[in-house]
């Protein structure tokens, strides 16, 4: 029987970025860690597979917008799976995917960002019957962009999965359901203002944890100004 733990990370590429993925965080100086294997999967919105591949874990970061860019051009935004195996004695707690994010040719600065690992599986075996996966997301009261939204991506290979989305704008609320295809992906718009309040935070429940990112984009051009994970704190 194998000793080695697997774990499933996800993220969005759109064209017109440089995207590099930090295979693993080393904190070490001295000792150099690695994961044991490390496959890629690429979907279109649809869930589509768009090709599978293995990397190199000898090399320590990921050109990811070039790999995206030669295996599926004129896709307009690409899920990147990252089915990691790696040694729980080396990585106690679990290995890190850190990523740089920049607009080409953009005198903004770069976005830095941890890759959201996600959690798989297929409701109808376990039974569940509740929402019982809930994260957040607060934003500043000064915002940094002026158009919000969540990029959710669904990790399970057999079930669809359904989602609630509710932003919070002081005392009131807005409420989407989401239905995701397995493996497939969606940006679900969240208002910046509502009833003349200002978007204070936004929760996101599913039944199991979907790769999920808040978006913020410049009003003038669209640049990314925010690509950060929720956090969990209730299962």
Not at 11 to 27: C, I, K, M, N, S
Not at 86 to 97: E, G, L, V
Not at 153 to 158: A, M, Q, T
Request: proline share 6%; charged share 25%.
């Amino acid at each position: 029987m194998s000793s080695s733990s697997a774990l499933c990370s996800a993220t969005f590429v759109d064209p017109g970025y440089d995207h590099l993925v930090e295979l693993v965080h080393q904190r070490d100086r001295v000792g150099h860690r690695r994961l044991e294997s490390l496959e890629l999967e690429l979907y279109e919105p649809g869930g589509a597979s768009l090709g599978r591949m293995a990397v190199d874990t000898r090399q320590e970061t990921l050109d990811l917008a070039a790999l995206v860019a030669a295996r599926a051009p004129g896709v307009a935004r690409v899920m990147v799976t990252f089915d990691a195996r790696y040694d729980p004695a080396i990585f106690p707690y679990r290995p890190h995917h850190y990523a740089y994010l920049h607009r080409r040719g953009s005198p903004a600065p770069a976005l830095y960002y941890a890759v959201n690992a996600g959690l798989g599986g297929v409701p109808d075996r376990i039974g569940a019957t509740n929402l019982n996966n809930f994260e957040t997301y607060v934003f500043r009261r000064r915002p940094l962009a002026e158009r919000y939204s969540l990029l959710l991506g669904c990790l399970s290979r057999w079930a669809p999965v359904e989602a609630t989305v509710t932003a919070h704008y002081g005392q009131a609320r807005l409420t989407r359901e989401v239905r995701l295809a397995p493996r497939a992906h969606v940006e679900v718009p969240l208002a910046a203002e509502h009833a003349g309040e200002r978007l204070a935070r936004v929760e996101l429940k599913a039944l199991f944890r979907l790769v999920a990112y808040v978006v913020g984009r410049a009003e003038a051009g669209g640049e990314l100004v925010l690509f950060d994970h929720l956090f969990t704190y209730f299962k």
